[in-house]
């Protein structure tokens, strides 16, 4: 498996908990020492471990507003 490292380099917001403590969270995230991209996954209360996730470019993250705005909830 290959090496990989990460930084956050800000917290957002946490979306949801589970009843273990595992948040899902947005935050802004610098993988392997690129551009930092927007991260929506779930993290371990140490930021740790971490599940599967998206990462979305600040372009991709305005779509996904304007999708999500255009939803009626």
Known sequence: MSSFNYEILEEIGQVSESSKGWTKELNL?????RDAKYDLRDWAPDHEKMGKGITLTREELKSLRELLNG???
């Open 29 to 33: 995230i610098s993988w392997n020492k």
């Open 71 to 73: 939803m009626d909830l």
